[in-house]
Structures are given as structure tokens and as C-alpha cells.
């Protein structure tokens, strides 16, 4: 029977790093964003022989995974055993041990048997272990990142959190990052919608938000908004896209405004759009408002959170780039074709993508939220950004793909219109300066480094 190894040593105590992997959230923080995989039921917990299933795809076939916990000794190992899935036999034992005081020694042991026996074993262990091995590399840098960024983030201990656009890109993996570190999340969700029996109902349409829910929370991160992507700017998209933002935004401001006792932070989402098109100009939080229609829709945007700076409560507007990620964004929807070989520069390639990798993303919120001395503007950027032709090289040897096949200018306005012409051929030379300022640290400051992370391809 084949048996897979891989352990590391992470710069955390013993205690720390098993409590993390029992809190909620852990399953979904090892999970690599490039296999699609969601946890669709859970019973009981660790130290029970608790069960989770997982659902996922390989190529066309959609496949389910239940695996049980049979051991636990804390601050020491427990296993999980497959009960139904695609493997023959699947245990994976996870092992801590104390590295001193202050670091801990990682280690997962797989004993799996494919399918098909002896046939199976000869034809897909290459596979399957070099799969393992993309796997723990990245939990294991995950693991580790995300025990830095719990110590550096200031955020006191046990803190109950308010999330709008939970379910969203950043939304799904800010909360498990954050119930790992400890926190409660309460997601904000629409009337008959009720998540677990914990969650805060809004319908920003007809205004509905009750004051009074708002008051057990400790802050509120505020990223629900319509996509900008995905289609031609009709009239009636332009609209949603700022009504979702506007309307949205001021009923909760409004809202913490009439609590009796506030939230101590709304965190709320924004975006360098704001400064339109810049050309290679280094701009930071002061770089002033740009040109066009996301530009009015950021400042509309940022304007309507004045009533709960008004109240009291410390503002933090998140000036976002784009979101590294293969499970949506604008990276998502560039891999189908660069992976077939399709891929290239668009228009002139010159114009500034300003960057950031999902996991910094997740960091700098929880930064943000732990550091009373940032409000305002904060551009949430990676402090390296790139023209777009640099973007495609690098994507393109990440992938170990060819990048020769253009888009034109003239095919991006036919195709796609103003809004083809704002996301694809303009952009922004942005820079994270207020939060490079407050201390935080990139875990992924160059374009490489965080594609190579995301993808699963960290050996060049």
C-alpha cells in the first residue's frame, strides 16, 4: 500500500497550531483554490469521529467524499478515514510536535490504495502523488501564512464580526480565515435566508436593516456589490453597479449611525477605480479622484458610509485591485484560455494591472481590522504592479504555456464596449502605501510568487 509523507516546521507553539486545524474554517483554508472542492455537510466534531463530505470534479465527473475522524489526542495527532469515495482506502494521520517554545513540527502521513488494485496502483500513483505533493505544499504554506498573519493582525481576541457578500470572492475565504483565527462570523444575508440560525437579515432594495442587530457585533466588514464583469455596460448594469454600492452602503451606515452602541469598525469595500485611468503615474491613497464612470461610482460609494463615520465608528474604505485567484475574478476567467495555449497581451499591453494575492487580501482586512490607527482610504494592492504584456509573460510561463495571441483594441471595444475599454485597456499604477506604513507584510509581493501559490505550480 502506497504510503505519501510531507511535514514542515511552522513558526507558531504547539497549542496554537492544533487549535487551529479544530476550529471551523480549517477544512476550507486547506482546501487549494485550484480543485473547486466545497464541504457540503459536517456532523459532529474531532474528537467524536465526526464526519465531513466533500463534493468536487475531476474533469467532467462529479465526485463526493466522506471521510470520518477515528482519532484524536490533543496537542498531538488525529486521522480521518475515508468512508466513501473515489479511493480503495484513504487514512491520513496528522501529527504535531512541539519545535521548542515557539515553533511546531507539521507532519501528514497518507496510506491510500486506488482503485482497481495492483492495475490502478501501477498506472495512477505518479498521479496521485504528484497531486499530494501540490497539495501539502500549499496547506502547508497556507498553514503557515495564515499563523503569521494571526499574529501580526492586532485584532483583540474572540471578536464577533458582521460580513455582507460573505458568499462573494474574498467573502469565502475572509471567513474561514477569520473563525480559524477565533472570531464568530455573522453573515449578513437576504429576508428566508437564515445561515445556521446566526446571521443579521438586510434587503438593501427596500431598505429594511434593524439597527438593533447590528449591536452585538464587534465590527463589520462590508463587501456585498454587484459584479462589474461579465457582460457590456447595459444602462440598467451601470445602475445596478451603483445602486448596489450606494444604496447598500448608506442603509448600513445609516443603520450603525442609529445603534444605541455601535460596532467599533465598518470595513468597507471600494476600489482603485476610483482613479481611473493614470497611465504610469505611482499613485497612492492621496492620488485624488480619476475620470469616468467607476470613478463616480467609488467616490459615490465611499461618500455614502459618512453617517457611520459620523456616529463614531472608524471607517476604513478598501480601495481593492484585482484579486489573484483561479476560483473567479479576472483570473479565473483568463485561465481557460491561457492554459489551452490562447493567451497574449491585451491592446497595447502598457496599461498598469495593480494586483493583489487573494491570501493578502484575507491578511490585510484582518489587518485593518485590528489597527485602530487606519481609516480612510487604504488601497488594498500588491506594493508590485505590472503592465499587462508583464502580467501575460508571467502567467504564461507559470502555466509553461505560449502567450502569442493578442487582443486587439479594436476587438475589445467591438466586443465588450465601455466596459472592455475601462477593465481591459486602461488601468492604474497603485500602491499599498498607507498599509505598507502600518507595518503589514506582503506574503506575496511579487507576480510570480503569488500565481505560483494559487495555481499549485510553486517548483518552476
Given at each position: 500500500m502506497p504510503v505519501f509523507r510531507f511535514e514542515s516546521v511552522v513558526d507558531a507553539p504547539l497549542a496554537e497550531v492544533f487549535a487551529w486545524h479544530t476550529r471551523p474554517g480549517a477544512m476550507e483554508r486547506l482546501t487549494p483554490p485550484w480543485e473547486n472542492i466545497q464541504v457540503t455537510d459536517r456532523s459532529g466534531g474531532m474528537s467524536d469521529g465526526g464526519t465531513v463530505t466533500l463534493r468536487f470534479r475531476r474533469g467532467p465527473i462529479p465526485l463526493t467524499w466522506t471521510v470520518k475522524h477515528t482519532a484524536f489526542e490533543p496537542d498531538r495527532m488525529f486521522r480521518d478515514e475515508q468512508v466513501d469515495g473515489p479511493f480503495e482506502r484513504w487514512v491520513h494521520t496528522h501529527r504535531f510536535e512541539a519545535e521548542g517554545a515557539t515553533r511546531c513540527r507539521v507532519m501528514d502521513e497518507i496510506e491510500?490504495?486506488?482503485?482497481?488494485?495492483?492495475?490502478?496502483?501501477?498506472?495512477?500513483?505518479?498521479?496521485?502523488?504528484?497531486?499530494?505533493?501540490?497539495?501539502?505544499?500549499?496547506?502547508?504554506?497556507?498553514?503557515?501564512?495564515?499563523?503569521?498573519?494571526?499574529?501580526?493582525?492586532?485584532?483583540?481576541?474572540?471578536?464577533?464580526?458582521?460580513?455582507?457578500?460573505?458568499?462573494?470572492?474574498?467573502?469565502?475565504?475572509?471567513?474561514?480565515?477569520?473563525?480559524?483565527?477565533?472570531?464568530?462570523?455573522?453573515?449578513?444575508?437576504?429576508?428566508?435566508?437564515?445561515?445556521?440560525?446566526?446571521?443579521?437579515?438586510?434587503?438593501?432594495?427596500?431598505?429594511?436593516?434593524?439597527?438593533?442587530?447590528?449591536?452585538?457585533?464587534?465590527?463589520?466588514?462590508?463587501?456585498?456589490?454587484?459584479?462589474?464583469?461579465?457582460?457590456?455596460?447595459?444602462?440598467?448594469?451601470?445602475?445596478?453597479?451603483?445602486?448596489?454600492?450606494?444604496?447598500?452602503?448608506?442603509?448600513?451606515?445609516?443603520?450603525?449611525?442609529?445603534?444605541?452602541?455601535?460596532?467599533?469598525?465598518?470595513?468597507?469595500?471600494?476600489?482603485?477605480?476610483f482613479y481611473g485611468d493614470r497611465g504610469s503615474e505611482s499613485i497612492g491613497e492621496d492620488g485624488g479622484r480619476g475620470r469616468g464612470f467607476l470613478a463616480e461610482v467609488c467616490e459615490e460609494w465611499e461618500a455614502a458610509a459618512a453617517p457611520a463615520a459620523r456616529a463614531g465608528v472608524r471607517v476604513v474604505h478598501l480601495r481593492t485591485g484585482i484579486v489573484l485567484t483561479p476560483d473567479g475574478g479576472a483570473l479565473g476567467e483568463m485561465l481557460p484560455a491561457f492554459r489551452a495555449g490562447g493567451g497574449g497581451r491585451i491592446g497595447t499591453g502598457r496599461q498598469y494591472m495593480s494586483w493583489i494575492d487573494l491570501d493578502d487580501t484575507v491578511g490585510a482586512i484582518q489587518f485593518a481590522l485590528g489597527h485602530a490607527s487606519l481609516r480612510g482610504p487604504v488601497n488594498l494592492t500588491a506594493p508590485g504592479p505590472v503592465t499587462n504584456a508583464s502580467f501575460v509573460n508571467t502567467l504564461g510561463r507559470v502555466l509553461n504555456r505560449p502567450t502569442i495571441v493578442p487582443l486587439p483594441s479594436l476587438a475589445v471595444r467591438t466586443l465588450f464596449g465601455e466596459m472592455g475599454k475601462t477593465l481591459l485597456l486602461e488601468g492604474a499604477r497603485v500602491f499599498p502605501r498607507k498599509l505598507q506604513e502600518a507595518g503589514f507584510a506582503f506574503q506575496f509581493s511579487t507576480l510570480e510568487d503569488s500565481l505560483r501559490h494559487q495555481l499549485g505550480r510553486q517548483d518552476p
Open positions: 491510500w490504495e486506488p482503485p482497481l488494485g495492483a492495475l490502478g496502483e501501477a498506472f495512477g500513483r505518479p498521479l496521485v502523488e504528484g497531486d499530494l505533493r501540490r497539495l501539502f505544499r500549499f496547506r502547508h504554506d497556507r498553514l503557515a501564512g495564515d499563523l503569521e498573519r494571526i499574529r501580526t493582525s492586532g485584532m483583540r481576541p474572540g471578536l464577533t464580526i458582521g460580513i455582507t457578500g460573505a458568499s462573494g470572492l474574498i467573502g469565502r475565504s475572509l471567513t474561514p480565515a477569520l473563525t480559524t483565527e477565533g472570531h464568530t462570523v455573522v453573515p449578513f444575508v437576504r429576508p428566508g435566508r437564515s445561515v445556521d440560525g446566526s446571521s443579521i437579515e438586510w434587503d438593501p432594495g427596500t431598505n429594511r436593516l434593524d439597527p438593533t442587530s447590528l449591536e452585538p457585533l464587534d465590527a463589520v466588514v462590508h463587501l456585498a456589490g454587484e459584479p462589474i464583469a461579465g457582460g457590456r455596460w447595459t444602462a440598467e448594469k451601470k445602475a445596478a453597479i451603483r445602486e448596489s454600492r450606494t444604496r447598500g452602503t448608506r442603509l448600513l451606515a445609516e443603520a450603525l449611525d442609529r445603534c444605541a452602541a455601535p460596532p467599533e469598525t465598518l470595513v468597507s469595500g471600494s476600489a482603485i477605480g
